[in-house]
């Protein structure tokens, strides 16, 4: 199980964390992706973290703003998000599955936090 939180309101130019924890599944053996959703459009990969380097991918409409980090220690993932715009509004979802910028790569999925950022 995966459970995200941070989420909430904040004023254009904000920051928020957002947490995934997880229960019942090891992060150290998946990659884990942060997505987001607005209603009417596809689910997107925002970022992601390989399992075993740590290697990471952002998109690029968020790259130089938003940073993932993972806490092994911990079994959390985190999305710090910084700079953020009205067209970060959605609800962000933490997954986890093999390493790549499509969702399909994902398969175990949190239930999702809502982001909204106002003008």
């Known amino acids: 199980q995966l459970v995200e939180s941070g989420g909430g309101l904040v004023q254009t130019g904000g920051s928020l964390r957002l947490s995934c924890a997880a229960s019942?599944?090891?992060?150290?053996?998946?990659?884990i992706g942060w997505l987001r959703q607005v209603p009417g459009k596809e689910r997107e990969v925002v970022s992601c973290i390989s399992r075993s380097d740590n290697t990471k991918y952002y998109a690029d409409s968020v790259k130089g703003r938003f940073t993932i980090s993972r806490d092994i220690a911990k079994n959390t993932v985190y999305l710090q998000m910084n700079g953020l715009k009205p067209d970060d509004t959605a609800v962000y979802y933490c997954a986890a599955g093999t390493y790549g910028s499509s969702p399909v790569k994902y398969d175990y999925w949190g239930q999702g936090t809502e982001v909204t950022v106002s003008s």
């Open positions: 019942g599944l090891t992060f150290d053996d998946y990659a």
